[in-house]
């Protein structure tokens, strides 16, 4: 009996022994995101209010997905206080959680982190199993390596046609070094190696034919007839577009020649536009007859990338001939541009001609059909360093938010222009003197458009305003009254002037936390949310990045959910850029009274049809978003990604400013 007890007694403290010992987890390597979360939303939730100690808790959780969020957060959040964190999760077990990381610690641009990323790359790797990190690495080096960096990194040659990741990776770093101003020889070289060679990958040579259009003072001549054969014979639109601009940089008669002949051969009207704006660059004399008869062009952004040459470009000599291309079958902002040009380079003295044209655009103006086509030719007056009191007229006489921004638009111009100081000579300064004047009256209204455009023409270091100034508080008094978050935008550029004006450093405020994430969408939707923006054009539909962005989703669908885009116009169109909505003011200066974070993980605007968040500084995201024509890679990194165009770029493609959003509906996809 006493033996069989104590058999029991054994059984019984061996199930309480093997109760107490931990049960080992088996390692989580899978990254899982779910945006009905509860953990997933209260990162997110630290990540809005900026509590950096409670994010950083989340550091060391046993799922990776939340680790991979805190890097996420960080690379959006770009404190310097989360390095330290940053640098212990490039060695995280998890690849997607040390890819991420290393970005972060290139998003947030301190420069010593680069001894930290050339640590940790990983030089042996004979599986390649660590090449995307490796080459997310090499590309955060690009955005915060010294120049002398850039040599090597431009010329490692061991990378097979095979290695695609880290290929990528090193082109975004020439590309990153380039966007920073810093370029080399050796980069150029591999990069049209990359662009012009059989094997290497589309995405490579996307980002090779990118960084040669928009690098400044490359010599590209000797590379001319391999980008010209790209650009005859590369099946990538993307890549013909970007190509088509490098080549505007040889001046080369020969380029100009095979430029021309692929314009009539060409079928997309972005590499059209593009191959004008290429030939800005080339000999007045040679380029002036194909863009006057483009002008007529069918397409209108291949017609306003031609007249826009006129105004850039043009000649004083010629200016009486622009006249003859007016013509009331151009779309208006075509004709307006044909006036700005005339405006502009016609001699100061041809005072009657000038005067005549004005009264044509003004008539023009009162006879226009919508506020964009008024605020198209009131830009135009602008040109004419005489007409200040006219532009100031039509603004005062106007209840437009379109039309006083337009103003003040119009203002800075003719007093940036250099032909205010032919126009006006020893007396310039006193005209300047007048106009200032004139300028506090309407900063006194408090126009939160004008105020920022403003703001900047009183910031503008080659004006010299500052000794006709002796005070700025006509700007403080303005900015007193400004209504935060909401304009922001315009209290910076206020800001900024008041400081020029005072000569004191200027420090850009950022908005406090002030508008929490609506969650309960998600809810309703879920992570697979589409949606259709009806426009008077048609329909465009996108898929919502909702675990990438969820907070600029949210914010997105809630406006879609209370008909606040309905009726509201598409107020910018930058021919092969970006169609830009979103704005209540119909100018680009209008939002509601609150902002929302920034939110840029690792994706890359490498393709049409992106929808990003407008801002004007980090953090500073409202109601205004834009959708991209074409490529954009100098936005990566900058600008909230939050959906994708799935069906309906033809119809992106045909917007015009002005032209109407009817209803955003939310789906499921």
């Given amino acids: 009996m006493e033996k069989k007890f104590s058999y029991i007694y054994l059984f019984i403290l061996s199930i309480f022994v093997i109760g107490c010992i931990p049960v080992t987890q088996e390692p989580i390597t899978e990254v899982t995101l779910d945006v009905n979360d509860s953990e997933f939303q209260r990162i997110y939730r630290y990540q809005d209010e900026q509590k950096l100690d409670s994010l950083l808790s989340f550091t060391s959780d046993f799922d990776p997905s939340y680790r991979f969020m805190v890097a996420n957060a960080l690379a959006s959040f770009q404190s310097v206080k989360g390095l330290d964190s940053l640098y212990k999760l490039m060695y995280d077990p998890v690849m997607k959680v040390r890819t991420a990381a290393a970005y972060a610690v290139g998003q947030i641009g301190d420069k010593g982190s680069v001894t930290e990323l050339l640590k940790a790359f990983k030089t042996k790797d004979t599986l390649d199993v660590d090449n995307i990190y490796n080459a997310t690495i090499i590309e955060s080096i690009g955005k915060i390596g010294g120049k002398n960096l850039l040599p090597a990194l431009a010329t490692v040659s061991t990378y097979r046609v095979t290695d695609t990741l880290l290929l990528t990776g090193q082109s975004r770093a020439i590309y990153n070094y380039a966007l920073r101003g810093m370029t080399t020889t050796e980069g150029t070289d591999k990069l049209v190696q990359y662009l012009t060679e059989e094997g290497f990958p589309d995405k490579v040579k996307l980002i090779a034919a990118s960084y040669l259009a928009r690098s400044k003072d490359l010599d590209l001549d000797i590379y001319k007839n391999r980008l010209v054969q790209v650009l005859n014979e590369d099946k990538d639109v993307n890549v013909r577009m970007a190509v088509a601009l490098a080549l505007g940089k040889t001046k080369d008669p020969e380029v100009y020649q095979a430029l021309e002949i692929k314009f009539n051969n060409e079928k997309d009207y972005r590499v059209k536009a593009n191959i004008v704006r290429a030939m800005y660059n080339f000999p007045y004399i040679k380029v002036i007859e194909p863009i006057l008869g483009l002008i007529k062009d069918d397409n209108l952004h291949i017609a306003n990338t031609a007249a826009n040459y006129l105004v850039s470009k043009g000649n004083s000599n010629d200016a009486t001939i622009y006249k003859n291309y007016l013509n009331d079958s151009l779309h208006y902002s075509v004709q307006a541009k044909i006036y700005s040009a005339i405006l502009k380079h016609m001699p100061v003295y041809y005072t009657n001609t000038k005067n005549k044209l004005k009264k044509e655009i003004i008539v023009k103006i009162d ?139 200027f420090v850009a405020k950022t908005p406090d936390y002030n508008n929490p994430i609506d969650w309960s969408i998600f809810s309703q939707y879920g992570d697979s949310v589409q949606v259709a923006i009806k426009t008077e054009k048609g329909v465009i539909r996108a898929e919502m990045y909702t675990q990438h962005a969820p907070g600029s989703v949210s914010n997105f669908l809630k406006l879609a959910k209370d008909d606040f885009y309905d009726g509201k116009g598409i107020h910018r169109v930058v021919p092969n850029f970006v169609i830009q909505g979103g704005c209540p003011r119909g100018d680009g200066y209008g939002g509601l009274n609150y902002t929302i974070r920034s939110e840029v993980p690792q994706l890359y605007y490498e393709d049409e049809g992106y929808i990003g968040m407008a801002s004007a500084g980090l953090h500073t995201e409202g109601t205004q978003w834009f959708i991209t024509h074409s490529p954009a890679m100098h936005l990566s990194g900058k600008y909230t990604i939050f959906g994708k165009v799935t069906d309906g770029m033809n119809i992106v493609h045909s917007i015009e400013a002005g032209d109407k959003i009817e209803d955003v509906i939310i789906t499921k996809l």
């Fill in 367 to 505: 006879n226009a059909t919508n506020e964009y086509e008024k605020a198209a030719y009131l830009t135009s007056i602008g040109y004419d360093p005489y007409n200040y009191q006219d532009i100031l007229d039509i603004s005062a006489a106007s209840k437009s938010p379109i039309i006083k921004s337009t103003a003040a638009s119009a203002i800075t111009e003719l007093m940036t222009s250099p032909n205010f100081v032919k126009a006006y000579r020893g007396g310039h300064l006193r005209v300047k003197g007048e106009i200032i004047e004139l300028l506090k009256v309407e900063i006194a209204k408090g126009d939160v458009g004008s105020l920022a455009v403003y703001g900047e023409l009183f910031a503008d270091e080659s004006l010299n305003l500052k000794p006709l100034i002796e005070d700025a508080s006509f700007l403080s008094a303005a900015q007193s009254k400004l209504s935060l978050p909401k304009e922001i935008e315009t209290y910076n550029s206020l800001g900024k002037a008041i400081a020029f004006l005072s000569d004191k450093k």
